[in-house]
């Protein structure tokens, strides 16, 4: 007798069934779940690289940055040696002028350091241009310290023998050589090729804080197409996983709408849900939280002294700019001597005296008020709806500040200012503040320094501030 088991079954008709078989339906999910896993990879991978691309972005930036300004404080020295040898005729800025034009080649490293980010860039053109523009102002100096030279009968050095001066220049007397000098380095036609090359610096900085803005916001772009298509992901996994709907709408349903809501306000996003969700939502929060902060160092670089957390130079400028002169006030102050402070006490104490005035002029001047440092020892405030009727007020208050300087804080040493003033009625038609303002402090530095003057119809009347 054969057993029930032996003999052939005979089912229904499988066409009659309908449906999808489980097999069939666990390959298909299976085969699903591999793929989706793969997506999952891929689409991490793409995460971290957008990542890496943000942080590469961040350090050209900071490169070229740093490049630029070698340029300019380059040039900038070279000025200023040429400068001081022209009034001072010592040989030892002689000697610095060359060693940095030889040896340091700050330039020179600034434009090859760009060139290994930026080669093709705008903003390694105008560093080119502005080293070119270097170049053809070390002429005008070499020119002038060759009179210098001749003025002080000193031996002509190797670097200076291609000089041919005119013959008229030549037969000068040695003071006419020496005024020739002078004139030649500090005259209008000198100051604006000088101009021109750190406007050509300072549009290279804005192109590059331009252009790695943009990357960001590339990149922030990137992350959110990521975002979206890992929403795909997870829609197909809720798919996959309809037999589990209660674990699906815990774990990624719930967690996903919560995700899309916040970013939608760009808010952070709460780590909720499944491993793979809690995952991608922390890098989300991380790369978010290191976007801004990048964002925020950047905004905070482009417009604030390093050293002293003052505004920078770019800040002033673009504020003489845009405010209404006539309306607002303007100083213009230089520490006494920096350089002796330098020489005497070491860099160290001399960026201390700088941090020191800076706190004291934050501390005597409104948050409204522009406080700037617009290089070296050499500070700017724009004072903003500030009128004649005010110069009390404002000689009261740069007079403390001078008296509270001069006192000596801890290891830092006293120090005395030359403060000009210019009011915005002094500005007629062509004027500038800034010049007048300039004008006013060349007055208090004529007139023995340690104190301040208001510019006035074309002229300063200077106050002294004894140190006690």
């Known amino acids: 007798m054969k057993k029930a088991c032996d003999e052939p079954y005979i089912g229904p008709d499988n066409n009659s069934i309908g449906g999808v078989r489980l097999q069939i339906f666990n390959i298909v999910m299976a085969v699903a779940a591999v793929c989706l896993s793969v997506v999952v990879i891929f689409e991490a991978y793409g995460t971290a690289n957008a990542y890496t691309d943000m942080n590469d972005s961040m350090e050209t930036y900071l490169v070229c940055r740093q490049s630029a300004e070698q340029m300019r404080d380059g040039s900038d020295y070279l000025t200023q040696q040429a400068r001081l040898f022209a009034v001072t005729g010592d040989l030892a800025n002689l000697q610095a002028y060359f060693t940095e034009a030889e040896e340091t080649c700050r330039r020179e490293k600034a434009l090859e350091q760009m060139g290994v980010y930026l080669a093709e860039d705008e903003a390694y053109r105008m560093l080119e241009t502005a080293f070119a523009r270097s170049n053809e102002l070390m002429e005008l100096e070499y020119y002038s ?216 002029l934050q501390e005597n001047f409104r948050a409204d008020d522009y406080v700037c440092r617009v290089g070296g020892d050499e500070f700017a405030i724009i004072m903003l709806n500030v009128t004649p009727d005010m110069r009390g007020l404002i000689a009261e208050k740069v007079t403390r500040i001078n008296e509270t300087v001069q006192r000596q804080s801890g290891d830092v040493p006293g120090f005395s200012l030359s403060i000009g003033i210019a009011f915005g009625d002094t500005v007629g038609e062509g004027g500038d503040l800034y010049q007048n303002a300039d004008a006013a402090l060349y007055r208090v530095k004529e007139a023995g320094r340690a104190g301040y003057a208001f510019f006035e119809d074309d002229s300063a009347v200077s106050t002294r501030i004894g140190k006690e």
Do not use: W
């Open 145 to 360: 310290m060759r009179l210098a030279i001749e003025a002080k009968g000193y031996a002509v050095p190797e670097q200076l023998r291609q000089v041919r001066l005119d013959p008229r220049d030549a037969a000068l007397q040695p003071q006419e050589q020496m005024e020739l000098a002078r004139s030649m380095v500090f005259d209008e036609v000198y100051q604006e090729r000088k101009n021109g090359i750190l406007g050509e610096i300072d549009d290279c900085l804005e192109t590059i804080i331009g252009e790695m803005r943009d990357r960001q916001r590339s990149n922030a772009d990137k992350l959110l197409q990521l975002l979206h298509r890992q929403n795909l992901v997870a829609a197909l996994l809720m798919a996959v996983v309809l037999t589990v709907v209660a674990l699906t709408a815990a774990l990624i349903v719930r967690p996903l709408r919560q995700c899309v809501e916040r970013i939608r306000e760009n808010d952070e996003l709460a780590e909720k849900g499944a491993y793979e969700i809690r995952y991608l939502v922390r890098i989300y929060n991380q790369m978010r939280a290191r976007s801004r902060l990048h964002q925020d160092h950047l905004s905070y670089q482009a417009e604030h002294d390093p050293l002293t957390g003052l505004l920078n130079r770019g800040v002033f400028e673009k504020a003489r700019a845009e405010e209404e002169a006539a309306l607002n006030a303007m100083l213009l102050i230089d520490i006494d001597h920096f350089k002796e402070i330098n020489d005497t006490y070491g860099h160290e104490i001399g960026d201390s005296v700088l941090k020191r005035l800076a706190e004291t």
